[in-house]
Each structure stands twice: as C-alpha cells, then as structure tokens.
Nanobody, 127 residues
Framework: QVQLVESGGGLVQAGGSLRLSCATP????????MGWFRQAPGKERDIVAA????????YYTDSVKGRFTISRDNAKNTVYLQMGSLKPEGTAVYYC????????????????????WGQGTQVTVSS
C-alpha cells in the first residue's frame, strides 16, 4: 500500500487562497502520475487537477481553470494544489491520488485510474 498524506485544508473566506500538499515517503514517487480530486457531501468524487510524473503535462477541470495550479517538487516527494479565488461551491474533502507509470508525460483523469489514495483534507469556503 502506497502512503499519501494530504495537508493544508481549512476554513477560508470566499475569494481567498489555500495551498494543499500531498507528501509520500515512497521511493518510487518520481514515477507517480498524481491527481487531486474533491468530493462534496452527497456528490461524486471528481477530478480537480492532474499532473504527469515528469511534471510536463497538467490538466484542470473547467471550473477551476485560471484559479488553481497543480505542481510537484520531486526532490521533496510532494505535490501541491494552489487554490485561489475560492468559491463556496469549492467546499469539499480534497483527495490526493497516485498511479505509478513509466510514461512520464501521461496524465490520468478518472478516479478508477488511480489505485492509491490519501485520507483527504477538508476545505471549507465561507460566503
């Protein structure tokens, strides 16, 4: 089992910013394509952003384009999600996901494409 630990969630006012982190002690981290998903109460777990293992390619769901940035620091075994201009509808549990791949430029967008998941971190955006 691959260990992924999210942090950085909390309460923020609409229009504010928050940075989430996902860290892992796994030595194969550099071969992991990574994704951020979110799940609101009673809703499906949906993709927010994804990044290839090399960091070359990224993906964002339409609702966060221009506001969120996914990045990775492979020297620190950490992936980040910088969230700006937060909206109340962004309130959800945010999950980090990983998939090992030898294809360094590929990204994965579906939750069923990721075998490894963190425990999640709560983000609450007040109006």
């Amino acid at each position: 089992q691959v260990q992924l630990v999210e942090s950085g969630g909390g309460l923020v006012q609409a229009g504010g910013s928050l940075r989430l982190s996902c860290a892992t002690p796994e030595r194969t981290y550099r071969r992991y394509a990574m994704g951020w998903f979110r799940q609101a109460p009673g809703k499906e777990r949906d993709i927010v952003a994804a990044i290839s293992s090399s960091g070359v390619n990224t993906y964002y769901t339409d609702s966060v384009k221009g506001r969120f940035t996914i990045s990775r620091d492979n020297a620190k075994n950490t992936v980040y999600l910088q969230m700006g201009s937060l909206k109340p509808e962004g309130t959800a549990v945010y999950y980090c996901a990983a998939r090992e791949t030898v294809q360094s430029i590929i990204i994965f967008r579906g939750r069923h494409e990721y075998p490894y998941w963190g425990q999640g971190t709560q983000v609450t955006v007040s109006s």
